[in-house]
């Protein structure tokens, strides 16, 4: 895998704009990820990914590993095949799933034992079984096994999940050896909002030689101003010539302003998951349709954007859908809300390019309602 920044702003830790090549394509950044946690992005197909301008999308290790399972996708094909989506794909190691969905769950040095969510099976995740299924996958970007303390976990418990991380990244670059053409693993910075751990977790990681290096344990309930500290105390400490990628962010301001603090890469269910409760992303903030006052509205979700929604159907319309739980309300949401991630960081990208970044995102700030 291959990545190169082709416009920054000033500094090592300042606004991006690169070219990321996989196996299955290229993308630029920064991008923005739909989440596929089953094999499937919610309420859109994979035709509609590619018209609302997706490039790369989201898998998740845990969930497909108990569900439908290894064996099943391996006959598929890999992933790829199996759902059905030509694109680049990053698959999520299954260390946040395991420490916040699964019951009984067991953590020591070998490892993760855990019950499943789904039915109570007793299953055990070590750092190199995380990358023999994602090899299975055929991920163009693997996640190592990570241990995602709680946000609000005392330091001394960050601190050892700091170590733990570090020696089960290294036990996972090991596995997997040299990558195959087209295809990355990332390593998974953690430290919570400790910046003296965030510092030492991102030097080991960077140490060992990582393809890109995520930035975990965030958006998790901290402030946004201790969110953007961890991030400045992470990023000033990884290679500038690797992808950045901020892990389960996708609030359009705070995406905006960690854009500015030099991350590549971005993941969230927010955008699908706002869509099926009948609510649209606009650039004035969220607009909750499903409201009684748009039910004479007959204007777009959002004036002047060229989606498909957009360009061919009225709140009011939207609205009575949602009311009456027809599908096709929520996925007439879902292709907006993507939409509108995907234009917000295409438009970021030509800033950065452009050398306007600071310019463009106080004004796309100071219009935005949060």
Request: contains cysteine.
């Given at each position: 895998?291959?990545?190169?920044?082709?416009a920054?702003g000033?500094g090592?830790?300042g606004?991006?704009?690169?070219?990321?090549?996989?196996?299955?394509?290229?993308v630029?950044?920064?991008?923005?990820?739909p989440?596929?946690t089953?094999?499937?992005?919610k309420?859109?197909?994979p035709?509609?990914?590619?018209?609302?301008?997706?490039?790369?999308?989201?898998?998740?290790?845990?969930?497909l590993?108990?569900?439908?399972?290894?064996?099943?996708?391996?006959?598929?094909?890999?992933?790829?095949?199996?759902?059905?989506?030509?694109?680049?794909?990053?698959?999520?190691?299954g260390?946040?799933q395991?420490?916040?969905?699964?019951?009984?769950?067991?953590?020591?040095?070998?490892?993760?034992?855990?019950?499943s969510?789904i039915d109570?099976?007793?299953?055990?995740?070590?750092?190199?079984?995380?990358?023999?299924?994602?090899?299975?996958?055929?991920?163009?970007?693997?996640?190592?096994?990570?241990?995602?303390?709680p946000?609000?976990?005392?330091?001394?418990?960050?601190?050892?999940?700091?170590?733990?991380?570090?020696?089960?990244?290294?036990?996972?670059l090991?596995?997997?050896?040299?990558?195959?053409p087209?295809?990355?693993?990332?390593?998974?910075?953690?430290?919570?909002?400790?910046?003296?751990?965030?510092?030492?977790?991102?030097?080991?990681?960077?140490?060992?030689?990582?393809?890109?290096?995520?930035?975990?344990?965030?958006?998790?309930?901290?402030?946004?101003?201790?969110?953007?500290?961890?991030?400045?105390?992470?990023?000033?400490?990884?290679?500038p010539?690797?992808?950045?990628?901020?892990?389960?962010?996708?609030?359009?301001?705070?995406m905006?302003?960690?854009?500015?603090?030099?991350?590549d890469?971005f993941?969230?269910v927010?955008?699908?998951r706002?869509?099926?409760?009948?609510?649209?992303?606009?650039r004035?903030?969220?607009?909750?349709v499903?409201?009684?006052?748009?039910?004479?509205?007959?204007?777009?979700?959002?004036?002047?954007?060229?989606?498909?929604?957009?360009?061919?159907?009225?709140?009011?319309?939207?609205r009575?859908?949602?009311?009456?739980?027809?599908?096709?309300?929520?996925?007439?949401?879902?292709?907006?809300?993507?939409?509108?991630?995907?234009?917000?960081?295409?438009?970021?990208?030509?800033?950065?390019?452009?050398?306007?970044?600071?310019?463009?995102?106080q004004?796309?700030?100071?219009?935005?309602?949060?």
């Amino acid at each position: 895998m291959r990545f190169t920044v082709v416009a920054a702003g000033a500094g090592s830790t300042g606004p991006r704009a690169g070219v990321l090549e996989t196996a299955h394509g290229r993308v630029e950044t920064p991008v923005f990820m739909p989440v596929g946690t089953q094999g499937t992005v919610k309420g859109i197909s994979p035709r509609e990914l590619r018209e609302v301008g997706t490039r790369i999308l989201l898998g998740n290790t845990y969930h497909l590993y108990l569900r439908p399972g290894v064996e099943v996708i391996r006959k598929a094909g890999g992933l790829h095949a199996f759902m059905g989506w030509e694109g680049p794909i990053l698959t999520d190691s299954g260390g946040y799933q395991v420490f916040s969905l699964a019951a009984l769950r067991k953590v020591d040095d070998r490892g993760v034992l855990f019950r499943s969510h789904i039915d109570g099976s007793e299953h055990f995740l070590s750092p190199e079984k995380v990358m023999d299924i994602q090899m299975v996958l055929g991920s163009d970007i693997m996640m190592v096994l990570d241990e995602c303390p709680p946000s609000d976990a005392p330091r001394e418990v960050v601190g050892r999940a700091v170590e733990r991380t570090v020696a089960w990244a290294r036990r996972s670059l090991e596995r997997v050896g040299p990558r195959p053409p087209g295809r990355g693993l990332f390593g998974i910075v953690q430290g919570g909002l400790h910046a003296d751990l965030r510092r030492e977790s991102a030097q080991a990681l960077a140490s060992l030689g990582f393809d890109g290096y995520a930035i975990g344990g965030l958006g998790l309930g901290e402030s946004r101003e201790e969110m953007l500290a961890a991030v400045e105390a992470t990023t000033e400490h990884l290679p500038p010539d690797r992808p950045r990628y901020f892990m389960g962010l996708g609030t359009p301001a705070e995406m905006v302003a960690v854009i500015a603090r030099g991350v590549d890469m971005f993941d969230c269910v927010l955008p699908t998951r706002l869509g099926r409760h009948g609510t649209a992303m606009t650039r004035r903030g969220n607009v909750v349709v499903r409201n009684a006052a748009y039910a004479e509205d007959f204007g777009p979700l959002e004036e002047g954007c060229g989606c498909y929604t957009c360009r061919n159907f009225t709140r009011a319309y939207i609205r009575h859908l949602v009311s009456a739980k027809e599908i096709l309300g929520l996925v007439l949401l879902t292709h907006h809300n993507l939409h509108f991630l995907h234009r917000l960081l295409a438009e970021a990208r030509r800033a950065v390019l452009s050398g306007r970044f600071e310019e463009w995102s106080q004004e796309f700030l100071g219009g935005f309602a949060s």
